[in-house]
């Protein structure tokens, strides 16, 4: 799936990876990568200031972690991340039956006969 | 640098240099708050050492593995407007926070002098800049708070307006001058009020947070127009 594609969903990706647990920039991104077996193309220098920008609006936070001399910045859900991804994930499901329903080849039973 | 900071490729340079070098390139594409900045350049410099180690390790030649990672990572020119989206609306952030905090001031300084007794003490044409200076500093702290809260929480809800960060500036341009013109009336007119050791340090007052709202304000305009 191509990078424009993803776009608008990034948030609701980016979520859901932390949802087990605290994550680094790195690591959330092949996290992405790896549930979605690579069929999701991601411009993943991009990642970066969305990170920034869902701290910013309070969904996640962030603390610096360090590895030797090497410094990380790792981030995880707050309660009102977690009631966002609840609400992406419906509204997804919400989006995903309707266009499902419109593509299906199968008759509607309201239009039978 | 030492343990995964020390990870080499094959050809035996480090993965840092590379991302050393698009760090830098992304640092001079960028405007914005300086610790802001540095912060999110960090956070990508790891991000691509970390893509680069990766495929090293995987066996690709470093060249190869560069080429690779700077694919799946995007070119400065790629990230850079996602970058100063976030850097604007950061600056922004700054601006306002400085404009909330220090334009009431003189506004405060002028309740106070009345609330003491003082006010009538002041000569006649200080009152008269004085006051609706303060009225004006105070309107673009009310637009200033106003952008705090556009570009906190509530933006999980409503999309960020497209003018906020020229808005801000404009703002923090008017509380500065504002603050400079009440900083010169009020040092103009100390010696003559009835009570120059209360004025005199107002007027200090005034022209130290003129100096930070300013150049805040000059640092917004920049990013509105990157």
Redesign the interface.
Known sequence: MKADAVRGHLDGLLLAVLEPGPLHGYAIITAVQRRSAGALELRTGTVYPALNRLERTGLLRSSWDSAGERKRRRYELTDAGRRALAEERTAWQAFTAAIGSVLDPAPHPGHAG | ?????RRTGPAGERPEEYADEYAAALASALRGPVR?KA??V???R???A??VAAYADEGLPRDLAVRRAVR???TVA??AP??Q??LT??QV?HTARAVALAAPLPAVCWYLLLVMGHGSQLPLATRLVTLPLAGVAAAAALLATAALAA???L??RLPTPRRLPRATAWAGTAAGVCLGVSALTLAASSPLSGNWPLVAPAGALAAALHTVVASSARACRDCARA
């Open positions: 640098m030492s343990g995964a900071g802001a912060r999110l960090a956070e990508i790891e991000g691509l970390d893509t799946e990572f995007g790629e990230v996602a970058c989206r976030e609306v950061a952030r570009t906190g929480p933006a999980r």
